[in-house]
């Protein structure tokens, strides 16, 4: 991965112009640049002809940029590179709002899973044909809570006070990401259950297991039909809870902290409901099932063209439930962070909402699908 180091300060954040943040690499920044672009014969150009050299090539490249560098469109910075590295390069107190959909560390969903792979791998788990995902292993709890902690306490650093930290979780992993948050400084202010019906049973028939013991045939049938309704302990997830945390004001009152950082308090002018005439409630749903969920817990109707063309990410988020979360959690203008931004969802909810946004995204083949969604 590329070193080339990028000015990510909250003031340079969004102005779309490639240009101006090379112009602030030395000459052997632009070099390693050029070299990582394939661009030749370039060591006797002053700095002005290499910034030239580059914008050319990347004019060329179909999806408007790669490597560490990434693309910036109007308000938006995309990253191919580890988020640690690209968030360490921010200004301290410049992040209004990080929110994020974190990987978990379960069953090859760690913080370098790919879809074509994972779905490759037949392999992946205790037993052949076991949806991905569903191993239990208590180690992975612990590497996701070991993990989160630490990017907990970097963007401790960097967000303003006030700032909110909303992370996407599973239900069995929530107090995990929770604890890293608190642990760091966070507060942990609310859990948000995003609920919804269209989702698959865990939970597996022990049957198969009966068949390969050593028994007779006449006490395996029995023992299967004895435990014909029993399966394993996974009862289908109908909702994702989502970490509400926010960095401390300190000694600030809420209005003072509004008033220096423009973070803290909630804009209570979004409504929603199916009428949208309801507060924000710590439920939402997006589909249609009930009416008095849908009267008091609805927001927009997620499209189904809004995922784009060929996005191969199997947790994609719908944009109407992350433009709500930004609206709610952020002012116009802020500066939100996704660290894990999977096929881009933050960064169009981001722009559809006028927002600023870094996303990250180590995953070269996910890091295009939010190029190309963005640039749409």
């Given at each position: 991965m590329s070193k080339t180091k990028i000015d990510l300060n909250c003031e340079n954040v969004g102005t779309g112009k490639t240009t101006e943040m090379l112009s602030k690499m030395s000459k052997q920044e632009l070099l390693d640049k050029c070299r990582e672009l394939g661009i030749t014969q370039c060591k006797s150009k002053t700095k002005e002809e290499l910034i030239k050299l580059i914008n050319d090539r990347d004019k060329k490249n179909e999806n408007g940029g790669g490597g560490?560098?990434?693309?910036?469109?109007?308000?938006?910075?995309?990253l191919n590179n580890d988020c640690m590295t690209e968030i360490a390069k921010m200004n301290n107190n410049s992040i209004d709002c990080v929110i994020t959909?974190?990987?978990?560390?379960i069953d090859k969903l760690d913080n370098k899973w790919s879809s074509t792979e994972?779905?490759?791998?037949?392999?992946?788990?205790?037993?052949?044909h076991l949806p991905k995902g569903m191993k239990f292993d208590k180690s992975q709890v612990?590497?996701?809570?070991?993990?989160?902690?630490?990017l907990s306490k970097l963007l401790m650093q960097k967000m303003k006070p006030g700032g909110y930290f909303l992370s996407f979780s599973s239900p069995r992993l929530y107090h995990a990401i929770a604890m890293s948050c608190e642990i760091a400084g966070f507060e942990i202010r609310d859990m948000i259950n995003w609920t919804y019906t269209q989702s698959m049973p865990k939970g597996m028939s022990v049957s198969h297991i009966i068949e390969k013991?050593?028994?007779?045939?006449?006490?395996?049938?029995?023992?299967?039909?004895?435990?014909?309704?029993y399966k394993t302990p996974q009862i289908r997830s109908c909702f994702e809870p989502i970490c509400v945390a926010m960095k401390p004001l300190g000694k600030l009152t809420f209005i003072q902290n509004e008033l220096i950082y423009k973070t803290g308090l909630l804009d209570f002018s979004q409504k929603v409901g199916i009428d949208s005439d309801r507060v924000p409630a710590n439920i939402i749903t997006t589909e249609e099932y009930s009416e008095c969920y849908d009267k008091n817990f609805m927001i927009s109707k997620?499209?189904?063209?809004?995922?784009?063309?060929?996005?191969?990410?199997?947790?994609?988020?719908?944009?109407?439930?992350?433009?709500?979360?930004?609206?709610?959690?952020s002012k116009s203008g802020a500066l939100i962070v996704d660290p894990f931004l999977g096929s881009g969802t933050t960064a169009v909810?981001?722009?559809?909402t006028g927002r600023k946004?870094?996303?990250?995204?180590?995953?070269?083949?996910?890091?295009?699908?939010?190029?190309?969604r963005i640039n749409k």
């Open positions: 560490a560098f990434g693309t910036a469109t109007e308000n938006i910075i995309i959909d974190p990987p978990y560390f994972i779905n490759g791998d037949v392999k992946n788990s205790h037993i052949k612990k590497n996701l809570y070991d993990y989160y902690l630490e013991m050593d028994l007779s045939n006449e006490e395996k049938t029995s023992l299967i039909e004895q435990y014909r309704d997620p499209s189904r063209e809004e995922k784009g063309e060929n996005n191969t990410h199997i947790t994609v988020k719908p944009v109407a439930l992350m433009e709500h979360l930004i609206k709610l959690f909810a981001c722009k559809n946004c870094v996303g990250i995204e180590l995953n070269k083949e996910y890091y295009d699908i939010c190029v190309s």
